[in-house]
Structures are given as structure tokens and as C-alpha cells.
């Protein structure tokens, strides 16, 4: 089974301009959820996405958005970027909604902005 | 604040030494998941403990929830320069897949 895959990779932007992130999750996977990696805050979640709808969210500014289409593949978008918007991009899917269920993580989209 | 605490925060220890890491909270979790993750990838699931005082083993590391589901252990035996990387915990306080992730501790092992 191909893992979860996300593209960019890498990707440089400057202030002020918008980002789209992608995250195909492994096949049969419903459930997806994004997450910031930076060193001074570690870990943080954005939200989490089930079915299209979004089920969970973080406390993050409204610039963050997301949506998840009928093949379960997630898109995430930050607008106005900002400098503090310099992370790495996680998503991760689950075979459903719940808490047993694991999480299987993609490699991560680096971006900075400058 | 965290809502998960690690410690310690970095472990530099030399091949063949023991190690235990703890994930500290005042909060109870649904589950708890310990995670390892490599340079410029992404964390990869180890284990999820989701009863209260349950031991899991995993050939030489050894994961233990506690009794009242607020903190858990990971225990490594005979560390090989392979266990380096960064150890994460997450907890999830209830039936949903919203994970709240310590600050992780960077372990180093040295041959």
C-alpha cells in the first residue's frame, strides 16, 4: 500500500502571498488531519477532516483553511502569509474518525517564507 | 503551555545504555501514541495505549500508560545507534483524531 503522499515538497514564498498544500492519504483512509511542526512550538493541530467535513479544529488563525474532496484527498491553504508561517506542513490519514485508529504521517511539505 | 510535557528534553547516551522517557500531563487521555521521527521526515507510529496502566513491548522499548491515563513511559533497552531520532508522545483526550503532541525529546546514540 503506497503511504501518504504530499506535494510540494518544498516551497518558498514571500510575505503576504498564499500557499496550497496537498496530502493524498493512504487508499481507503477518511479520515485526514494537518498539523504545524516548528521548533519553538513542536507539534501543533490545525484540523482534521472526515468524510469532507471538517471535524476537528486547532486554535489557529482563520488564514489557515482546508477541505477534503470525495477521493479523501485534503487540500490546505494559508493566506497573507507571514513569516512566523515558516514550518513544516504534516498531514496525516487514519482509517477513520477515532481515537484507536492510527495515524500514519506523510513526509511534510518544508515552507518558508521570507 | 503544553499540554504534554517531556523529559528530558535531549538524552545523549553511548550504545548499549538503557533509557526512559516520560509524557507528563495534568489532563486524561482517551489514547496515548508515542511516535519517532527522522530528519526531514515525517513521525512514524510506534505504539497507541489506550487502558490505564497497560504495558506494551516492542522488542527492546517498553511503553507504559498510566493507571489514571495522565502520563506514560517509554523504556529503551541496550539503545542502538538506530533508536536515534526524536521521540514524541501524543494524547487524545477523546473519540477524535485530535492529538495534542509533547515537545519531544531528541535522543542521540552514540556507537
Known amino acids: 500500500k503506497a503511504g501518504v503522499t504530499q506535494t510540494p515538497r518544498y516551497l518558498i514564498k514571500t510575505r503576504g502571498q498564499q500557499v496550497t498544500l496537498s496530502c493524498s492519504p493512504i487508499?481507503?483512509?477518511?479520515?485526514v488531519s494537518w498539523y504545524q511542526q516548528t521548533p519553538g512550538q513542536g507539534l501543533q493541530f490545525l484540523f482534521e477532516?472526515?468524510?469532507?467535513?471538517?471535524?476537528n479544529k486547532g486554535n489557529f488563525p482563520g488564514r489557515f483553511s482546508g477541505r477534503q474532496f470525495s477521493n479523501s484527498r485534503s487540500e490546505m491553504n494559508v493566506s497573507t502569509l507571514e513569516l512566523g508561517d515558516s514550518a513544516l506542513y504534516l498531514c496525516?490519514?487514519?482509517?477513520?474518525?477515532?481515537?484507536?485508529?492510527?495515524?500514519?504521517f506523510g513526509p511534510g511539505t518544508r515552507l518558508t517564507v521570507l | 503551555t503544553q499540554l504534554l510535557e517531556q523529559s528530558p528534553q535531549f538524552l545523549s547516551i553511548q550504545e548499549g545504555e538503557n533509557l526512559t522517557v516520560y509524557c507528563n500531563s495534568s489532563?486524561?487521555?482517551?489514547?496515548l501514541q508515542w511516535y519517532r521521527q527522522e530528519p526531514g521526515e515525517g513521525p512514524v507510529l510506534l505504539v497507541t495505549?489506550?487502558?490505564?496502566?497497560e504495558v506494551k513491548k516492542l522488542k527492546r522499548l517498553t511503553f507504559q500508560f498510566g493507571d489514571a491515563r495522565k502520563d506514560s513511559s517509554l523504556h529503551i533497552t541496550a539503545a542502538q545507534p538506530g533508536d536515534t531520532g526524536l521521540y514524541l508522545c501524543?494524547?487524545?483526550?477523546?473519540?477524535?483524531?485530535?492529538?495534542?503532541f509533547g515537545s519531544g525529546t531528541k535522543l542521540n546514540v552514540k556507537p
Open positions: 496525516a490519514s487514519s482509517p477513520t474518525s477515532g481515537t484507536y485508529n492510527e495515524q500514519f
Open positions: 501524543a494524547g487524545a483526550p477523546n473519540n477524535f483524531n485530535k492529538f495534542y
Open positions: 477532516y472526515f468524510s469532507e467535513t471538517q471535524r
Open positions: 487508499s481507503g483512509h477518511r479520515s
Open positions: 495505549v489506550v487502558t490505564g496502566g
Open positions: 489532563s486524561v487521555f482517551s489514547s
